[in-house]
């Protein structure tokens, strides 16, 4: 079964509209990471959380880590059409610096 | 500008040829990891190297090889034992503590 699991698969917005993604872990996380990816393109690193409780923004966008790292939400206020993309969580779990991808979620923001 | 180079950008392989994947970075990160990216499955862990002279396997091994002679490259071979080697390779770089840092790709198709 899927260790990290991230949702909406999709998601069309219009311009303007708030939205939040989900990922959610089957266990306790090290450390939670949100990407952003263009399609065909590298990852772009968004940000990182690692104590529970925290909560970090950069620009539009906010990210949480519940009080027991097994949940993590990705939050965009005001979306604009340079937030599409595929989004996705990675986890790590502490043990040997591997992580773990969610499937993604594919972002349209309709103008 | 520090960062991961991954070249070429797009790889064509011909049946039963083996291929290699470049991947280098000037960030002084200890870590590097290979990545193999398919429509709908997220990022899935192929190898990874914590130091140099020395790699793991990771989730998708089979088929695949990997070196670490320096700290900077680890390049990626695409063997013929690969049954199913189409697809998006993503390499990653990552300092103890910090981010995970992505190359932006090479598209491997074979023809």
């Known amino acids: 079964s899927q260790e990290l699991e991230q949702s909406p698969q999709s998601l069309i917005v219009q311009e303007g509209k708030n939205l939040t993604i989900n990922c959610t872990s089957s266990?306790?996380?090290?450390?939670l990471y949100w990407y952003k990816q263009k399609y065909g393109e590298g990852l772009i690193f968004l940000m990182m959380?690692?104590?529970?409780?925290e909560e970090k923004s950069h620009e539009k966008i906010t990210a949480k880590l519940d009080e027991k790292k097994q949940q993590s939400s990705l939050h965009i206020t005001a979306s604009q059409p340079s937030h599409a993309g595929i989004y996705l969580c990675g986890a790590d779990w502490g043990s040997n610096y591997k992580l773990t991808f969610g499937k993604g979620t594919l972002l349209t923001v309709n103008p | 500008d520090g960062g991961i180079t991954q070249s070429p950008k797009y790889l064509f392989r011909k049946e039963g040829q083996n291929v290699t994947l470049s991947c280098e970075q000037n960030?002084?990160?200890?870590?590097m990891y290979w990545y193999r990216q398919d429509p709908g499955q997220g990022l899935r862990l192929i190898y990874y190297?914590?130091?140099?002279?020395?790699?793991q396997k990771g989730d998708i091994a089979e088929g695949y090889s990997v070196s670490r002679e320096k700290k900077e490259s680890f390049p990626l071979t695409v063997t013929s034992a690969q049954k199913n080697p189409t697809a998006f390779y993503l390499c990653?770089?990552?300092?103890?503590?910090?981010?995970?840092?992505f190359g932006s790709g090479t598209r491997l198709t074979v023809v």
């Open positions: 959380l690692q104590k529970g409780g």
């Open positions: 990653a770089s990552r300092r103890t503590n910090y981010g995970y840092t």
């Open positions: 190297s914590q130091i140099v002279n020395d790699f």
């Open positions: 266990k306790t996380l090290y450390g």
């Open positions: 960030l002084n990160h200890d870590a």
